[in-house]
RNA sequence: GCGCCCAUAGCUCAGCUGGAUAGAGCAACGGACUUCUAAUCCGUAGGUCGGAGGUUCGAAUCCUCCUGGGCGUACCA
């Protein structure tokens, strides 16, 4: 049951006798913001006033006349001015509860109309290693596909792969020259990976020796405009002047910053620069930029040898990135890389060529939209196609397949316009009926409130990010297991725990940050045992566990004959309603597709409230044994909403930590 | 230049489909273990919600302007 969903029915019943339009005002009946004004409100006499030409409060009374809640509700009342607050019964209450003790789902029911959604999320590039910029991606965009499947909708989540690129290129350049056969027979993943990172070296080398000049360059350009705006003097004229000011201040932080970046760059190449060796291979290897990217026109263009050397490496990089899911307990429906839209591109320019959406501008293909400056190209000057092109192909082919009725792409914010405007030539092309939504979401920072890097500069790899948030817990659960007196773990279980518990502390830290805003890493504060944690509820769930063992509860049979929940302390009511509400939390996470909803939920409503609830109302040691087993259900369902909860985030729940 | 986003407690962040006194964790201070895991809990203190207007019965939330930051901006993804 979705208490929110059904008190919504029963005011639609009630209003429309009174106004025409009742949606707007449903969604004015929410949870209270206090529990002293009862268990919910409805917010919707107050507007009514105009159109009614009634006092609020008048109208709220009409209201409660006409609904019909005398089941659930204890007497609405009025408050402030025309507030009607709502309580629920306790009897109500116990009845909700016992159907959810006896229902895999926990009372959480499914849509009554179930949609189809493609997500499509993580999509990293398989020649690289993945990276921490890959972590928001993947995480939320599984979160969503769960939550979403949960709730009885079908779901595809398609892993739109980078494996078609220049990175490629790259590979298949790095493999003719720098290869060793030994290791590429003993590991091949680690050679190729060695071979990527090798190749990515040397042009940065290039590309740092040819950049530097241009940029100091600039810089000193940058320095004499600095001086000649200084030395103008003020012209009197007071807003221009202040704008002036102001842009000179704005200027000189650019130059510094610029400044500091061609410090970085100069550090870094004369670093790359003290190996005689590498040295002597850029030198060789003067023209691998172009040389890579012609490898690559190869493989497009079906190049005998190098398509064989691609479909040799593709499931190797592939394997490489599995191991990340695998520890992420990551899947896919679908994984359709770009190259999987390949024959498709050409057929999508010649359509949008057509059909008179796209003309040629610059000697590029060009679509033009409204409200944007520049074009969406979907082909360039020299014939080859961009990932616009492989996008709208990929609808394309999602449209022909599935029909969904939405498409959401899990993607960081910097593509926002790109979406945009891919949105906005979908739309043009015919896809006019299906719901198109960037899921966009901030950037992971370092300490320095800067996109995370390792001290040397270089992207943070997502496995060594692993490793570490699973070392450190280790460390915790270690150092709290050697504080008993007789330890509980064996080593090999210690492992097993921090694996979950770091992995889950990692996807729950960043889930539970609204997706929209950038946030600071922070190993401590992802592990912390207390606070808005996976740690924290997996805890939770662990001490329920732990008083089943202690008190030698049979769970399992107290479920089969749950019909004496009773609500005498306020903090078991509290707790029963944070329980009832987890439905309402799910749709919470739809509405906007936000999963920081859900953890918000289950730590601020559910978690709080057992915290409340475990020191106030002992289960072992209750007074009586209906009591104890009353207790003992709610403790059962408070666990089984966290492990349902947090496995819906991805989250494993442990039975001792 | 244009476009998008952000600014909430000392710190990290919630709250933003408008609702009654603005929340959490950390840090600080004071309490609670012969007690179901103290890996915890309870309490105290901490705020002109960047600033100024506006809309509304009601604004952290919506609109306008200002200040300070970030990001994007014709052939990378």
Known sequence: MNILAELRQRFDSALSSMVEETSPLLDMIRPATDSKFGDYQANCAMPLK???????????????????????????????????????????????????????????????????????YSSPNVAKPMHVGHIRSTVIGDTLSRVLRFLGHNVISDNHLGDWGTQFGMIIYGYKHFREDAAYQQNPVAELSRIYRFVRKIMDVLETQAA????????????????????????????????????????????????????????????????SDLMALVKEHAKINTAVLQ???????????????????????????????????????VEYGESFYHDRLANVVSDFEKQGLAKQSEGATCVFLDGFKAPMIIRKQDGAFLYATTDLATIQYRMETWKPDAMLYVVDHRQGEHFDKLFAAAKLWGCADVEMKHISFGTVMGPDGKPYKTRSGDTVGLEG??????????????????????????DAKRNTISELVGIGGLKYGDL???????????????????????????YAYARVQSIFRR?????????????????????????????????????????????????????EELAKSYSTFFANCPVLKA????????????????????????QLLGISTVEKM
């Open 50 to 120: 105009k159109q009614l030409g009634k006092n609020p409060r008048e109208i709220a009374q009409d209201i409660i006349d006409k609904l019909d809640v005398a089941d659930m509700c204890e007497t609405p009342e009025i408050a402030g001015p025309g507030f009607i607050n709502l309580k629920l019964k306790d009897d109500w209450i116990t009845q909700q509860l016992v159907a959810s003790v006896g229902d895999d789902r926990l009372g959480v029911p499914k849509v009554a109309t179930p949609k189809t959604y493609v997500v499509d």
């Open 623 to 646: 007074e009586d044994d209906v009591t104890k087993e009353s207790r003992a259900l709610l403790c059962d369902l408070t666990a089984r909403v966290i492990q349902q909860g947090l």
């Open 212 to 275: 530097l000049p241009k940029r100091k360059l600039a810089l000193a350009d940058q320095a004499d405009e600095i001086e000649n705006r200084k030395s103008k003097e003020p012209t009197g004229d007071k807003a221009a002047d202040k704008k002036a000011a102001k842009d000179l201040r704005k200027l000189e932080g650019q130059h510094n910053n610029a400044k500091g970046a061609i410090a970085e760059l100069e550090n870094k190449l004369a670093d790359l620069q003290a190996d």
């Open 512 to 538: 539970s940050q609204n997706r929209e805003t950038d946030y600071i890493f922070s190993y401590e504060k992802m592990l912390a045992l207390n606070g808005n944690t996976a740690t924290y509820m997996q």
């Open 551 to 603: 008190g030698s509860i049979d769970i399992e049979q107290l479920r089969e004959n749950a019909s004496g929940l009773q609500l005498n302390h306020p903090a078991e009511r509290t707790l029963a309603v944070a329980i009832l509400r987890f439905a309402e939390a799910l749709d919470d996470v739809t509405f906007d597709y936000r999963p920081n909803l859900l953890t918000n939920y289950l730590f």
């Open 295 to 333: 490898e690559t026109v190869k493989l497009h263009e079906g190049d005998e040898e190098n398509l064989k050397l691609w479909h040799e490496f593709l499931p190797k990089c592939r394997d490489e990135i599995q191991r990340v899911y695998d520890r992420l307990d990551i899947t896919f429906d």
């Open 465 to 490: 990010l692993l490793d570490e948030a699973v070392s450190r817990a280790l460390t915790i659960v270690s150092d709290n297991d050697d504080k008993k007196e007789t330890p509980d773990f064996s």
